[in-house]
Each structure stands twice: as structure tokens, then as C-alpha cells.
């Protein structure tokens, strides 16, 4: 068993670099947090879950929130933007399904805004693991 020193000297040694390194580069990429720490299985599983829900999303004619003109699109476009690079690409490429015009696009929607979600919660998480305060 640690001591309380040994477990703060331990603490103090993660914080040596750039600690929001794997905070950003897991918001821009999925899984790439937990690949700047050598998580390497977390990584992997991250990236191909988010990037296939994502995906999913795009092939189900799922909307892409541009501009929020009431609470509800405000909040989609937040989780839109939890997708990072994703999303400012499929933006740009013009990927995104119009409005909601049938039942699927709908749950591409919702696809897309999870994924995101997901995203800034592995985001997170690798940035706690860099800091230490998850082992």
C-alpha cells in the first residue's frame, strides 16, 4: 500500500507536461486522448464506437445543427460539436440530412448528438487519467 506522500509524488509526476493535451486531442479525434496515454484498447474501442454511430447517423440523413434559433437546436448543436473534427468536416463537405423529412433521419439526428456526447465524456476521462484523479 502507497502512503499519502507516495500517492501525491505519484500525482505531482502526471502533472509534468501539457495536461489538456489529451483532453483536446480527445475532443478532436476520437480516442486519441487515451492514444496520447497508451491506452491503446480504450482508444481503439472509442474511436470505432463513436466514428460508427457517427457515421450511422450521416447515412440515416441525420441533421447536422448549424445555428441554434431555440433551446433545442442550441443543445443539438453542442452535442454536434462534442464530435470535434467530425463534424466541422461533414459540415464543410455539406453532409447532413435537410429538416427531418422521415422517421430514420430522425434517429440519425440522435445518432450524431450521442456520438458527440460520448466524445466529451472520453475527452474528459482521458484528462482525468492524465491528471490522475482516475487510475
Known sequence: MGTA??????GEARQHG???LPLIA???????????????GRGVLLFVSIVTM??????MDGKLYSGAQDILD???LVGDLGNGLMFFVSHAMGLGGDP???TTADYGTKF??????LNVVAAVDAHNLRTGRKS
Request: proline share 2%; hydrophobic share 65%.
Open 112 to 117: 450524431i448528438v450521442v456520438a458527440g456526447l
Open 100 to 102: 427531418v423529412q422521415f
Open 26 to 40: 480527445g475532443w478532436l479525434v476520437p480516442g486519441a486522448g487515451h492514444f496520447v496515454l497508451g491506452k491503446w
Open 74 to 76: 442550441l443543445l443539438g
Open 5 to 10: 506522500s507516495n500517492k501525491a509524488a505519484a
Open 54 to 59: 457517427f457515421a450511422l447517423g450521416l447515412a
Open 18 to 20: 501539457f495536461v489538456y
